[in-house]
């Protein structure tokens, strides 16, 4: 697994495409989806230490910080969800930084979300979400 240092840094979304169809086969709320699928989150990356990466997620409708322990199973209770997660955080040979969610004690690496964060030609990051069937996508420009 190959660390990508370019990834770490202060990302502002500004589109996206079909989030809604991955938070409703995600099993979200239709409040939720609406707002997620519409959100424009600025979200900075942290590298903490060796294995520990820092998300700090900002939005008009909910701000949290969160601390993935790459190669770890972690657990806490997102925004707008009843009960706590399951996550995963994996780098790829080619520097994407993947994130796996579900269910609490699931699976997640066959049963949740798939995140993968990926650095493009043009200096955005990618993100790509994947639920079952369904894939969705939201694009990040560097602010800083």
Excluded: C, H
């Excluded at 060796?50 to 925004?79: L, N, Y």
């Excluded at 493009?120 to 990618?126: A, I, K, R």
């Amino acid at each position: 697994m190959q660390e990508n240092q370019q990834m770490f840094g202060v990302w502002k979304a500004y589109k996206s495409e079909n989030m809604a169809a991955v938070l409703e086969k995600a099993g979200a709320p239709w409040m939720a989806r609406k707002m997620g699928a519409n959100a424009t989150p600025t979200v900075t990356l942290t590298r903490v230490d060796d294995k520990q990466i820092k998300m700090t997620t900002k939005s008009a409708i909910f701000s949290m910080d969160q601390i993935f322990v790459v190669g770890e199973i972690v657990e806490f209770k997102p925004p707008f969800q009843n009960e706590s997660q399951t996550f995963l955080t994996e780098w790829t040979d080619d520097g994407r930084l993947i994130f796996f969610q579900g269910p609490a004690g699931s699976d997640v690496k066959n049963t949740g979300i798939k995140q993968i964060r990926s650095l493009e030609p043009n200096g955005e990051m990618l993100v790509t979400s994947i639920q079952g069937d369904v894939t969705g996508y939201r694009w990040f420009k560097r602010e800083n």
